[in-house]
Every structure is written in structure tokens, then in C-alpha cells.
């Protein structure tokens, strides 16, 4: 079964912009364990993404205070934030919908973009931001090959995202519900696929 979504996403051969990297059960890395990440680009030299899936502890109301942001009191306080991945942790990254205007962005498709700057989280803070987000610290990076590499040695399963897991599904349920996608039950793989 394709759609028209999936027949675009699809075009791009071996390019895997707006797909989910979803952890096999073998990968024990403390960043990439039972991760499911959102690739927001990828070409030529390299790919990086999102962990969409893996809360970091803190709450977006500790973000918003800490960067001394004038917040009205009407946002959600309580809205988690991520481990985006291992790279440059100490920097804020939003993925959200719609793609809106903001200072600095990356449209990683019709719908979704990635930003780093301020005016999203003040916007954010006094409700007036996009619709849906998600807060993360730092990212997940590869270079040139290295993701072809470790999709070659079983490490990854890939397949088109779907904006409702990354958005409305609870975190805890993104793992299977993103494998689930491609009708994979990550609870019947062996711990060991991968390794000789």
C-alpha cells in the first residue's frame, strides 16, 4: 500500500529526509537505545535529525526561565523536553508544525521545520507559537556513509514519518508505534540481529 505522501517521500532514493530511524533492539548506546529519530536532512554529506522519543528530565517552563523568557501563563509548563541526541546538547532545537516564520529555520517538508532561535520559544511561551512542538536538546549527526554504514549492519530500520507520532503520540509509544509502521514488533526481534 503507497500514498501520494509516501510515492514523494520515496523520490528521493536513497535520501531519507522526513523519515524515522528506529532503533533495532540490539543497539544498547545510551543516546540511541529503543531511539526513534527524525531525519530533518540529509544529502550528500551526511544526515542529521531528532530523537523524538527520549525525555530529557526537564520541563519547557526550566527553559523558558532559565533563558530569562517573558512568558504569559496560559503555555503548558509541564511539556517535557528531549535528549534531541549527542551533538551540541547545550543548544535548543524545536520541531514543529506548522512551518511559520521564524528567525532561523529548516522546512523539512510542507508541514514540519526545525528552528533554533529565540523568537519560537518566546512565541511558545505566550501561546502563540505553531500548533505542535517538540523541545529538544542537542541532535543526532552522522557523516558522509556512516548512516548508510550502520543501516547496512542491521542498526537501524527506516521508513516515511508520520507526523502523529512524532506530535501526538505519548513519548514512551513512539518506538513501536513508529515501527509499527512498516508492520515490525520490535517485541519479536532478537537482541543480537546484527552481530555474528
Known amino acids: 500500500m503507497t500514498d501520494s505522501n509516501t510515492e514523494k517521500t520515496q523520490t528521493t532514493g536513497d ?16 543516546f540511541f537505545n529503543q531511539a526513534v529519530t527524525y531525519i530533518c536532512e540529509h544529502d550528500e554529506n551526511g544526515c542529521f535529525g531528532i530523537i ?9 517552563k526550566q527553559i523558558i526561565s532559565e533563558m530569562k523568557i517573558e512568558s504569559g501563563h ?3 509548563t509541564t511539556k517535557p523536553v528531549f535528549i534531541g541526541g549527542p551533538v551540541e546538547q547545550g543548544r535548543g532545537f524545536i520541531l ?5 516564520q521564524w528567525q532561523s529555520s529548516l522546512q523539512v517538508n510542507d508541514s514540519v521545520a526545525l528552528t533554533t532561535s529565540k523568537d519560537i520559544l518566546q512565541a511558545i511561551a505566550n501561546d502563540e507559537g505553531p500548533a ?8 543526532a549527526g552522522w557523516a558522509a556513509g556512516q548512516l ?3 543501516m547496512v549492519s542491521n ?16 513519548a514512551e509509544k513512539r518506538w513501536h508505534a513508529a515501527a509499527d509502521l512498516i ?14
Open 15 to 30: 535520501k531519507l529526509t522526513g523519515h524515522f530511524l528506529i532503533a533495532m533492539p540490539s543497539l544498547n548506546d545510551s
Open 183 to 196: 508492520g515490525v514488533d520490535l517485541s519479536l526481534l532478537s537482541h543480537d540481529t546484527g552481530h555474528a
Open 52 to 60: 523524538i522519543n527520549q525525555p530529557a528530565g526537564i520541563t519547557l
Open 96 to 100: 514543529h508544525r506548522p512551518v511559520g
Open 155 to 170: 542498526t537501524w530500520l527506516s521508513c516515511p514519518a508520520d507526523e502523529q507520532i512524532i506530535f501526538n503520540t505519548p
Open 74 to 76: 496560559r503555555y503548558d
Open 148 to 150: 548508510e554504514q550502520e
Open 132 to 139: 505542535d512542538s517538540i523541545v529538544a536538546l542537542g541532535y
